[in-house]
């Protein structure tokens, strides 16, 4: 297996993005990334691109071809990648597995959603549940998470206040992010009083709706340089599923794939918590991310909230988290998420990541999950 290394990125602006279509936000992430990596389109030899249901939010499958058609990359092979909101994640592993196996040289992994295109996009969303036990039921997603927060903070005595906490950095840091849907920062009071979603999730806890795209290109490591001067190395990549209905659970506080996956890629990279300078987790809702630092060994079970509380998430923090505003600032545009987080983390470890810069920062992580964790996808890169 040969080594793997991202040697240009990209991402959209991420918001409610109106009068821009779904092939036309791939195709411009896809181009500025192929732009960053100083490639033509003729020198990729695949393409895997992560989308979670454009059937029901722009009534388009068959992607893959439509994307390589309106590109104008055919008969360059397309595969679309589905595993709901880890389908950005799996994608970027489908491109690194390609890379490190032989089988292809210089890959482009993306990710895609066009959300805004329906009146509630609520059913579409719900499909990346357990129909016939929660989504047919009339269980929401917030719902969903509002359970696991209930039973976090009964068993924990993780307070209202901080969850509330997780958001305010997400907009801290997104207020520094200028792809960021939601660039501006908010306070404790504002969480509180929003309006409430599921008990105790408010609308402040909550990820938005979100169109994006985002692009990484990838080549075997001996090559990067001669494409970039500052390559970025994939360390490890990991993937777990776990149960996909939430009463299966053995524990409804802890993502067991989430663990699986991470502790994969913590032998895979021989490498370990206190070894990770950044972040970037995937808070759908604030209670994901307090138990997404947990169940990635940053703090023991049950004291997420408390590390939040004491700033150890913060930019200068012991472990910084979500530099670029997460999901709930930078936005959520399901598909994209995992290759989103994946081009933070690159620009950090370049150096380019302006004012939110983590100083000093040798190796970052990223973590995507799909539904309430029936899928994980965990990575690490290095300079």
Not at 137 to 147: C, E, I, K, R
Not at 197 to 225: F, H, K, Y
């Amino acid at each position: 297996m040969r080594d793997v290394a991202i040697i240009g990125v990209s991402q959209t602006k991420f918001g409610e993005l109106w009068d821009i279509s779904f092939r036309d936000l791939i195709t411009e992430a896809g181009i500025k990334a192929a732009a960053d990596a100083d490639i033509e389109g003729a020198d990729l030899e695949a393409m895997y691109v992560g989308n979670m249901t454009a059937g029901l939010f722009i009534q388009q499958e068959h992607i893959a071809s439509l994307i390589a058609d309106h590109s104008g990359l055919t008969p360059i092979p397309c595969t679309r990648v589905e595993a709901a909101c880890a389908s950005g994640g799996l994608a970027l592993r489908s491109g690194i597995m390609a890379v490190a196996s032989g089988y292809h040289d210089v890959v482009l992994s993306a990710g895609v959603e066009k959300m805004t295109d329906v009146v509630d996009p609520t059913p579409a969303i719900a499909t990346a549940s357990d129909q016939e036990w929660e989504a047919q039921q009339g269980v929401t997603f917030p719902s969903l998470y509002a359970m696991m927060a209930r039973r976090h903070m009964y068993e924990y005595g993780t307070t209202r206040e901080q969850l509330a906490m997780f958001s305010v950095n997400n907009h801290k840091n997104g207020a520094l992010n200028p792809l960021a849907q939601y660039p501006f920062e908010i306070g404790v009071d504002q969480v509180l009083n929003s309006t409430m979603v599921a008990d105790p999730l408010r609308l402040l806890d909550c990820s938005p709706v979100t169109d994006g795209a985002a692009a990484v290109i990838l080549c075997p490591a001996e090559d990067a340089r001669k494409y970039t001067d500052t390559p970025v190395y994939v360390k490890a990549s990991a993937q777990a599923s776990g149960t996909i209905a939430l009463h299966d659970r053995r524990d409804i506080t802890t993502i067991d794939s989430t663990v699986h996956a991470s502790r994969t890629a913590y032998d895979m990279a021989g490498l370990g918590p206190k070894d990770i300078g950044a972040v970037e987790v995937h808070d759908c809702f604030s209670i994901n991310g307090i138990l997404a630092i947990e169940d990635l060994g940053f703090v023991e079970k049950g004291q997420g909230g408390t590390a939040v509380e004491e700033g150890l998430i913060s930019i200068d923090g012991e472990i910084p988290v979500n530099p670029s505003g997460g999901l709930k600032a930078r936005g959520h545009p399901l598909g994209a998420t995992g290759i989103a987080q994946a081009a933070e983390m690159v620009w950090q470890l370049r150096g380019d990541a302006g004012k939110r810069q983590v100083e000093g920062i040798e190796i970052g992580m990223t973590h995507n999950i799909g539904g309430t964790g029936g899928t994980a996808a965990v990575h690490i890169f290095g300079r």
